[in-house]
Structure formats: structure tokens, C-alpha cells
């Protein structure tokens, strides 16, 4: 059964560029979630959705970062335009159920802004 | 507000022994969620463990232990006899009925040979 599947795994993009990232998540989960990984501020939950509507987007830094989920099987983050300090590791996440319940990972996108 | 603290940074042993990693948090919610998730260096996040509020009973499973107590607000982790592959960063997080999961800042575990 495949995991949650990210891409690209690396980008590396300019600053002020557009950057998309991709998810698919678990195929029957309906919680899906995005988080971003750095040094200084560890794990931090930007968006997460529940059969495909966003419940909280409270973590989302500035109005630059959107999600989407068209659909249960895919979502999308968008940074648009990218600055250095996006620079993170960014993960995807689905579960069965919600915030409470044991999330699984994907391998992540190591995005480098220059 | 919630909050997962993990006070050690890095931790370091040698293949075999035993080693506890801390996890102390805060919440005024009366149900609530502990977690841990292991990165190892290929980095991606895999889950270890959910426990609920109400089941105070110790977990065993492996090589693997937790330890939770409400009294001390801990939830920690304890890998008996350590192996070189257990190298990684782990993260305890905490999840409230409602409110997000949030992560502590994770262990590096390092094991050597």
C-alpha cells in the first residue's frame, strides 16, 4: 500500500519565484495535513484539511503561503512569490481520522530559496 | 495553549545500552493525545506510538517502552538495548480533543558502535 507521496523532493527556486508543492495522500484518509520543518522553529503545522475543506490555517506565515485540495487525493501548497526564509523542509501528512489521531508521513520537500 | 518539552538536545550511547528520552507537556485539556514519531536521516517522520489520557498503562513493544504518568505531565520513551539503526531524532507532540498537534523540539539519538 503506497504511503503519502510528495513532490518534487528537492526545488530549488529563485527568490520571488512560484513554488507548488504536491501531496497525495493516503488513499481512504480524510484528514490531510501540511507542515514545514527548520532549524529555528522545528515542527509547525501550516494547514490542515478534513474531507478536503481547510479546518485551520492558523499556521499559514503570511498570506503569500495558500493549500488547496481539489479532491481526496490530491493538495497542493503554494508559495507565491518565495523568499529565502521559506527555505524548510515541508511535509505532508494524512490520517484516518483528525488532529488526534496517528498521522503518516511523507518523505517531504527540501525547498531551497536563492 | 499546549506545549511538548524535550529537554535533551542530543543524546549519545553506545550499542546496547538503555536509554530514556524525556517528554514533559502542558494542557488544559482533560482528553487528550501523546505521541512519538521518529526521524531517522533518510528523513522522513514515522510514527511510533498514540496513547489517550485516560490509559495510564505502561506500552512495551520490542525493544521499545513508554512510560506515561498524568502526575508528572511525562510521556517518555525508553529503547532497551540500543542498535546502531535506532539513531535518529525523535519527536513527542501532543494533541488536544480539538486543537492541533503540536511537536517538542525532538532528541537526536545517537548510537555507536
Known amino acids: 500500500d503506497a504511503g503519502v507521496i510528495q513532490s518534487p523532493r528537492h526545488e530549488v527556486t529563485e527568490m520571488g519565484q512560484e513554488v507548488t508543492l504536491r501531496c497525495k495522500p493516503i488513499s481512504g484518509h480524510n484528514s490531510l495535513f501540511w507542515y514545514r520543518q527548520t532549524m529555528m522553529r522545528g515542527l509547525e503545522l501550516l494547514i490542515y484539511?478534513?474531507?478536503?475543506?481547510?479546518?485551520?490555517d492558523s499556521g499559514m506565515p503570511e498570506d503569500r503561503f495558500s493549500a488547496k485540495m481539489p479532491n481526496a487525493s490530491f493538495s497542493t501548497l503554494k508559495i507565491q512569490p518565495s523568499e529565502p526564509r521559506d527555505s524548510a523542509v515541508y511535509f505532508c501528512?494524512?490520517?484516518?481520522?483528525?488532529?488526534?489521531?496517528?498521522?503518516?508521513f511523507g518523505q517531504g520537500t527540501r525547498l531551497t530559496v536563492v | 495553549a499546549q506545549k511538548v518539552t524535550q529537554a535533551q538536545t542530543e543524546i549519545s550511547v553506545v550499542e546496547k545500552e538503555d536509554v530514556t528520552l524525556d517528554c514533559v507537556y502542558e494542557t488544559r485539556d482533560t482528553t487528550y493525545y501523546l505521541f512519538w514519531y521518529k526521524q531517522p536521516p533518510s528523513g522522513e517522520l514515522v510514527f511510533l506510538i498514540r496513547r489517550n489520557s485516560f490509559d495510564e498503562q505502561n506500552e512495551i513493544s520490542g525493544r521499545y517502552s513508554w512510560n506515561f504518568q498524568k502526575s508528572t505531565s511525562s510521556f517518555n520513551f525508553t529503547i532497551t538495548a540500543s542498535q546502531v539503526v535506532d539513531s535518529a531524532v525523535y519527536f513527542c507532540?501532543?494533541?488536544?480533543?480539538?486543537?492541533?498537534?503540536?511537536f517538542g523540539t525532538g532528541t537526536r539519538l545517537q548510537v555507536t558502535l
Open positions: 484539511f478534513n474531507n478536503n475543506v481547510p479546518i485551520d
Open positions: 507532540a501532543l494533541a488536544g480533543t480539538a486543537s492541533k498537534l503540536t
Open positions: 501528512a494524512s490520517s484516518a481520522g483528525t488532529v488526534n489521531t496517528e498521522a503518516f
